[in-house]
Structures are given as structure tokens and as C-alpha cells.
């Protein structure tokens, strides 16, 4: 092929082989010229395809993707299919081969939707074929957003949605699309996605995994106060079916009170012992008293003095300190002894008091 340009040999292999080689698929995705945001096929290529989104100043980039093994591109449905179901890329397909590709536990976002791209969570893009899933990751600095008109169904994207975006570090948000799902950011603006057990929500408010009739789940047998609302407690008990869960209301015919896990009573919160720790510059600092829980410290110009608020790592993190002059972060807990020695894990309210 001696004097034939690079495009000839393209087309000459594309007609003698039925397929493209990666160097010559990069070849064409460079000379690609994206019309609108969405996914095109190559031709001659099954298992690949190209993918327009927005890159720098807002034009519009082609980007080679790759179908995951087994799997051919349908222009038609703008999506990954099995092979046979993609005219010209019939070929057989294993069982093993397909239950490796399998993901079973994300069956149920494909539902609906058996044939097309699904988000599972903020990080996690699902590829529903014959309404089984197929699970990839989004990489780093792009999320996987609604994008239903341009790409036929979810995608990964840059910088979208806002509410996958991290805007703080070190702070605990509850995942876009699966209430169940949780991310904190780190320093360098990614998250960090992280899961609560099956049948459980996030609450950001709380900061921990809560079963859906709003107390957390029970892991070890006894009574303990509600963190949000420590007028109420619940005791969990293990029976021959599972765990027993009953809720408690503290009474109200004695001014505010709270239930206090060490003594097992309701009691006046004012009365007990108040933190040893004191706001002195402004950050983040462990509690001195429990190494689940930080110090929040900020400077109020008005009053002219420190103002701190106390925090809870989600349940099985624990507070570490990354440095001292305060930046800290909610880590997975190795620390066995992590025991409070505080009165209780109830945070009593600013004012409550005076």
C-alpha cells in the first residue's frame, strides 16, 4: 500500500475486515467533528463508539468509548447492547462471560428502563441490557447526570449535576439518586462515594445511616437516646426473627429532658457535665471526650467571641485530626476502644441552659 494516505488504508481496511484496529478507530475520532452532545457509532467498530460532551470553553469534544466485553454500540438506541442484538456484531456469548459482567444487586434501576443508560448513584453509570445491569464508574471530576435528549439515556459528564458536586470538603452529602448513598469530598474537590446497609437512608441532618422508621439500625442490644432527638430513645433486642425495635418517649410534665444512656433515666441536660473543650481559633477539632465527634469553631465579629458547634461523625467513622492547626477529617473507624465518656451521645442544644 506504498504512496496510499492514511485515510485510504482506513477504508480499505474497514471493507476487507468488518472492523477497526484502536489506532485507526483513534484516528477517526480525531477527524470526528461532533454536530451536537450525544453518542455516535464508528463504522466498521462494534464495540466502540463516540461520545460528544463539553470540554474547555464549552466546545464540544469526541471521545472514544468502549462497550464492555460481549457488547456492541446500537446506533439506533444509543446505547450498548448484547452482540446479538446488533445487526452486523451477532457473535456468541458465553454464560460465564456473562455472569461476570453481571451486576445482580443493580437490577432493579433497570426496571423500566431495559434497554438504556442508567445513573445508580452520583459516581456509578449503569448500562441496563435485557433489564439486567452492567455497572462502570465515572471518572474523576465527572458524574453521571440525566442527559436523556443528546446521549439516549444517563451518562457520565463533566461537572454535572450540582448535586453531586462537592461544596465543601470534609463534609458528608446524601447522593443524588440513591437516598441510601452518601459521598464526602476531599481536599481535592472528588467524592468519595459510600454506601448504608441495605434498606437504610442517609440523613444529613444527623449525619449517619437511618432505617426508614427514623431510628438508626440496631447493631448491638440495649436502650439508647435518639441523637436527633434525645427526648425520644429505643431499645433493641435480638429475637430468634431478628432485631426487636421499640421506641420511647421521655415525659414532658417535667420541663425539657433527655434520655441519658449511662444511667438509663430521663434527666435535665442542663445539669450535666458540660464539654472540657474551649474554641480558641477557628477549624475543625476533635472532642476530646469522643473521638466520634468534632468541634466546628467560627468567630462571631458581633459577639466578639468564639462560637462552636459540636458535630457527629456517621456511624462506624470516627474523628481524625490531620493537623493541628485545624483541619480534620471523618475516617473509618480502627480505634476499638472508641467509648464515649460523656453522659451521653446527645448534643444539647445552644440556649437550652440559659
Known sequence: MRGLSSTWVWIIQVLVTGSVTGS????????????????????????????????????????????????????????????????????????????????????????????QYM?????????????????????????????????????????????????????????????????ICDESGENRMHQCPEGDWFDEKAVECRSFSGLPRCTTPG????????????SCIVTTHGWLQHEYQCPYDRGVLFYNEQTGSCEDPCFWEKPRFECTQEGRFGDPTDCRRFYVCTWDAVAHKYRQVLRQCPSGFEWQQIVR????????????????VTNTRCIVPEGLCN
Open 24 to 115: 485507526v478507530t483513534s484516528s477517526v475520532t480525531r477527524r470526528f467533528e461532533c454536530p451536537e452532545a450525544g453518542n455516535y457509532s464508528i463504522r466498521g467498530s462494534c464495540g466502540t463508539f463516540i461520545e460528544c460532551v463539553p470540554g474547555q470553553g464549552g466546545v464540544l469534544e469526541p471521545l472514544q468509548r468502549t462497550c464492555d466485553t460481549n457488547l456492541a454500540f446500537s446506533p439506533f438506541l444509543n446505547t450498548c447492547l448484547e452482540e446479538s442484538l446488533v445487526k452486523g456484531c451477532n457473535k456468541t456469548m458465553k454464560g460465564d462471560e456473562m455472569k461476570y459482567l453481571r451486576k445482580p444487586s443493580l437490577d432493579h434501576i433497570c426496571y423500566d428502563a431495559p434497554n
Open 325 to 340: 492547626n485545624g483541619s480534620g477529617r471523618c475516617t473509618t473507624m480502627v480505634t476499638e476502644d472508641c467509648i464515649p
Open 223 to 234: 436502650t439508647f437516646a435518639h441523637a436527633e432527638d434525645c427526648t425520644r430513645y429505643y
Open 119 to 183: 445513573c445508580a448513584n452520583c459516581k456509578t453509570l449503569v448500562n441496563c441490557v435485557d433489564g439486567r445491569a452492567h455497572a462502570t464508574q465515572c471518572n474523576t471530576g465527572n458524574f453521571c447526570y440525566n442527559y436523556n435528549n443528546e446521549f439516549g439515556g444517563h451518562v457520565c459528564y463533566p461537572g454535572r449535576p450540582t448535586q453531586c458536586l462537592c461544596q465543601d470538603s470534609n463534609v458528608f452529602y446524601r447522593d443524588a439518586y440513591d437516598q441510601g448513598a452518601f459521598f
